[in-house]
């Protein structure tokens, strides 16, 4: 597949911020505002030097300083807040509580039409409320990527790319009308059209400006760019040196209506570097290597920051690929200073040589420039030398989880056990080392050899090995579509996708999997029949130096075609499976896996029929590929035979990192990037077809099953409602550890018998139009119907029952946790949440909170929480609560059955926020269990948030108000 070329090469437009409009006006205790001369140009600027003891800080916490200084104004932001800066103690836990305001919002569509949906609504409200509906309108700059709606329907054939760009279309033309509606009706709000790239790499190589100027008061002023994103993975810019990170849709849109995003000065990690990466290794094993290390010395809601002689020789792409997990081991963000690799990839990418030269001259002037030899103050010390890096993946569904590769085939053959021994998946497995040495590796028969067997008619099952026999077969013969026969077994590799941001930004593995294509396809090796392969790069300057390269060819040989530029496999977008690998994998209950360059391999989330998967680098993802099987040791068996029958193995085809260096200097250059982003925002012939609505006011349509006016501001009044004590509440699902977003959030397609499906035929949608939830996040029914509705939901009030059922316990009958809450609405019970540790970590998904309290819950209570997810539920009116240290459910003899009752609530209407409430759980058989649950909601700005039941009813009576 070819990229489309239709514009000369021209310097891109960078989004430019010009107006001082809701640009706060510094009171300036400290005598910091100064000016910055630079190429002739002069720039205002809040001089770091002027407060003593911000020097000695780590470069994330210069950058809040900075904030500090320049948005003061003596009532949300005060000098007292600068000086607790100024006077931080490395060693102190997290408790003065700051107000940071973010210079831009970034968006992707998923998430961020509800966030439009959301303002469109708020416009009415402020209109009821005797206000201008014109406040509504976004404060800082806000732009959205259209990047999570492409599916791969069609795969492996030339017309991937447009076919799957028409469907997309098909699906989502009224999102995007609505979309290009919002573009036009808000002011500073600007949309990336479909088909461009990934929103983080489009954040990275495009939109990120890591210094901003605007006007204010007739002079420019520099600061440093920050953002925060309704995305988790927005600290992939961290990477440039932009502090950013995830926060729910909620708190986005709050950011873009002028409100600061409320956070306590966190704990600063120092990550030190040293050692290069040894030939072999890529930056995808770096960074499971770092996830695996970070999650297991625990950073959730800390600032993870990189230093060292080491980050000079981290290339830009690699420092991005770090950021962008940061969400996976836990932490805010996880940031690189800038320094001289930084100068170069903004001219690399095509940023204009005056802004470098301000980047340069600022950072050096504030103190933000990296320089090795000085040793900032840090709250933890962590250090990794490169050269101990090893070949790696993680899996079987979670991305901490890091496998070497020389382990990987015994790590699969232990976790495999668990899904079809034991019925269902867990963490990573220790592997039985005495298993190991009674029947060693050898002992399992290869997949060639199974093969065979099965068409000699000899038994393949595992009833017909030796007693105790480690592995468990069950191959099923498979006819494909194109004739071709074969076998499915456990392990199958059923996906193999090149896809997210995480690593489709990174030219070192990205070539190195077209090389290692090249290879292979010279050698003669070919893809198993029944793998799904893809390639879904970040962006078009990808398919660019593909092209120049001349490695399209080699990874269309493979299958890779290009399916198109957007998030895919790694939220959910993989597509259907081939019918007959689907058929022989429900028939037979087999337990599959897929295997993708992406972030994320939450169980349930990147394919319904595929039960374990695997992160893994881009050349990895295509040695999976041609295995076509987990059952596999690359060391000792070969992927095949070349054209003489010689034996051919993984260390055969890997590229050296000479050659990979070699192409990337030969085939990437400024004029990519300039070319692809010369005209960003208008889309191609459809994008621009598009016949858009009119008007400030959006015209909903009763009608429409995509966007529909949601019920957050019904009844809404200016005058505050007193918080009220929760009782007589029960439990809607009583939940385990590690209970992500992914579980509570409606993702992935809808199903015909679910109650979303149920609503979309009553509604005349036909279920080939269904789409998938995240392409009707605008439309809260049937958000509301898909939550907690995960395949792979286990609800503890059931036994041995997956997905999204509960027992309605005024009835005693199973039902769907939708059906249930109405039920329970109905009869006017208030619900509640118990969870496990680590509950709703993953991507910043805002309708995991949105549809929770629509759902009619209204306290959550658990052993710990992920940061977004906790201030999202806050956020939403939901009260979040843990259990006592060291107890949870289980310990305190709840099974989930009890009515509960929380009292001290009310204490919030006096203005202060208990540490603690009590929760008296009642069981059926009257006796009581009593124990003080902590709150947590961590900081003033949030109270007031729950006290007004919302921060966009907050905000909404704020700028009345105003």
Not at 287 to 298: A, F, Q, S
Not at 435 to 463: I, K, N, R, V, Y
Not at 711 to 726: A, C, R, S
Request: hydrophobic share 35%.
């Amino acid at each position: 597949m070819r990229s489309v070329r239709d514009v000369a090469p021209v310097a891109p437009p960078r989004p430019k911020v010009s107006t001082s409009r809701g640009a706060h006006v510094s009171t300036d205790s400290f005598k910091s505002r100064g000016t910055l001369d630079v190429g002739g140009k002069s720039y205002e600027i809040f001089r770091l030097s002027a407060v003593e003891g911000l020097d000695r800080l780590p470069y994330s916490l210069k950058i809040l300083a900075e904030n500090l200084l320049r948005t003061e104004d003596g009532k949300n932001v005060t000098a007292d807040h600068v000086r607790a800066l100024a006077e931080w103690v490395p060693d102190s836990e997290p408790s003065t509580e700051i107000q940071f305001t973010p210079a831009r919002v970034v968006m992707q569509d998923f998430t961020g039409v509800p966030c439009v949906v959301d303002l469109a609504t708020m416009r009415e409200a402020v209109a009821e409320l005797g206000g201008s509906p014109d406040k509504i309108n976004p404060l800082a700059p806000a732009e959205l990527v259209i990047d999570h709606s492409v599916v791969i329907d069609v795969f492996g054939r030339e017309d991937a790319f447009e076919r799957n760009v028409e469907f997309e279309y098909g699906r989502n033309r009224e999102r995007y009308q609505f979309l290009r509606w919002g573009q036009s009706a808000f002011d500073d709000f600007k949309v990336v059209p479909p088909g461009t790239g990934i929103v983080h790499q489009v954040n990275l190589e495009y939109l990120a400006r890591t210094v901003m100027t605007r006007d204010v008061d007739g002079v420019t002023r520099a600061y440093p760019d920050t953002c925060v994103g309704t995305d988790s993975h927005t600290t992939m810019v961290n990477g440039l040196g932009v502090l950013g990170w995830g926060v729910g849709g909620i708190e986005a849109e709050a950011a873009m209506l002028g409100q600061p995003v409320s956070m306590l000065i966190p704990r600063v990690v120092g990550f030190k570097l040293s050692g290069s990466i040894p030939s072999g290794a890529t930056a995808t094993d770096v960074v499971l290597t770092i996830t695996e290390k970070l999650r297991e010395h625990g950073v959730v809601g800390k600032f993870v920051e990189f230093y060292g002689e080491g980050v000079a020789a981290v290339p830009l792409a690699n420092r991005a690929t770090i950021g962008n997990m940061s969400p996976e081991f836990g932490s805010t963000a996880a940031i690189f200073p800038i320094d001289q690799v930084t100068l170069d990839y903004l001219r690399l990418t095509g940023r204009a040589d005056d802004e470098v030269e301000l980047v340069e001259a600022y950072a050096k002037e504030q103190g933000l420039w990296h320089d090795p030899s000085k040793e900032a103050a840090f709250s933890e010390y962590l250090e990794l030398d490169l050269s101990t890096v090893v070949p790696s993946i993680a899996g079987p569904k979670r991305p901490q989880d890091r496998i070497a590769l020389t382990e990987s085939k015994d790590q699969f053959v232990n976790d495999l056990k668990n899904y079809v021994l034991n019925g269902h998946g867990i963490a990573k497995s220790a592997v039985d080392q005495e298993l190991m040495q009674t029947f060693p590796a050898s002992d399992s028969p290869s997949h060639d050899a199974l093969e065979e067997s099965a068409a000699a008619g000899q038994p393949t099952h595992s009833e017909a090995a030796p007693a105790g026999y480690r592995r468990p077969h069950a191959n099923v013969p498979v006819t494909m579509e194109d004739g071709r026969e074969t076998t499915l077994d456990h392990g199958a590799v059923v996906i193999s996708s090149i896809t997210s941001c995480t690593n489709t930004s990174n030219p070192s593995v990205m070539m190195a999997a077209g090389l290692l294509a090249k290879n292979a396809v010279e050698k003669g090796l070919k893809v198993k029949p029944w793998v799904k392969t893809s390639m879904a790069p970040g962006s078009k300057v990808v398919t660019g130096y593909y092209d120049k390269a001349g490695l399209w060819p080699y990874l269309e040989n493979l299958g890779y075609h290009l399916v198109g530029y957007g998030c895919t496999t790694c939220i959910g977008n993989s597509g259907p499976l081939p019918e007959q690998v689907s058929e022989a994998v429900n028939t037979h209950d087999l337990a599959v896996a897929s295997v993708l360059s992406g972030n994320r391999n939450f169980e349930g989330r990147i394919n319904p029929d595929v039960k374990m998967n695997y992160l893994a680098s881009p050349p990895l993802v295509i040695a999976y590929g041609l295995a076509g099987t987990m059952d596999f040791d690359f060391e000792t068996e070969p992927l095949g035979q070349d054209k003489d029958g010689a034996d051919v193995f993984l260390r055969d085809i890997w590229p050296s990192p000479a050659d990979v260096e070699a192409t990337i200097r030969s085939s990437i250059d400024r004029d990519m990037f300039t070319e692809d982003y010369s005209d960003v925002f208008a889309g191609d012939h459809r994008w621009r077809a598009l016949e858009t609505p009119e008007g400030d006011i959006f015209d909903w349509q009763d009608d429409s099953t995509y966007v529909r006016k949601p019920p957050y501001f019904e009844g809404m009044k200016l005058e505050l409602t007193p918080v009220e004590d929760i009782t007589g509440t029960r439990v809607l699902a009583k939940l385990g550890d590690s209970v992500t977003t992914d579980h509570i959030s409606p993702a992935g397609s809808i199903k015909p018998d679910s109650p979303a499906g149920k609503y979309l035929a009553e509604h005349g949608v036909a279920r080939r139009d269904f789409n998938s939830y995240g392409s009707r996040r605008g439309n809260h029914e049937v958000m509301i119907r898909g939550t907690f509705a995960n395949i792979r939901l286990r609800n503890q009030l059931l036994d041995g029952v997956e997905g999204g059922f509960t027992k309605n316990l005024l009835t005693g009958e199973q039902q769907t946790i939708f059906d249930a809450a109405e039920a329970y609405a109905e009869a006017g019970v208030p619900l509640v949440i118990l969870g496990g540790k680590e509950y709703g970590s993953g991507s910043s998904r805002d309708w995991a909170a949105k549809g929770t309290a629509l759902l009619g819950v209204k306290a959550v209570i658990t052993e710990s929480f992920e940061r977004i997810h906790r201030s999202n539920l806050i956020g939403m009116g939901v009260l979040p609560l843990q259990y006592p240290a060291g107890q949870n459910a289980e310990s305190l003899g709840l099974d989930g059955t009890e009515t509960f009752d929380i009292t001290g609530v009310t204490a919030m209407n006096e203005g202060t926020t208990p540490s603690t409430v009590k929760v008296t759980a009642t069981k059926t058989d009257g006796s009581v269990v009593e124990f003080d649950a902590v709150v947590r909601i961590d900081t003033p700005g949030e109270a007031d948030y729950f006290r007004n039941g919302g921060i966009l009813q907050y905000v909404l009576r704020q700028l009345v108000a105003a």
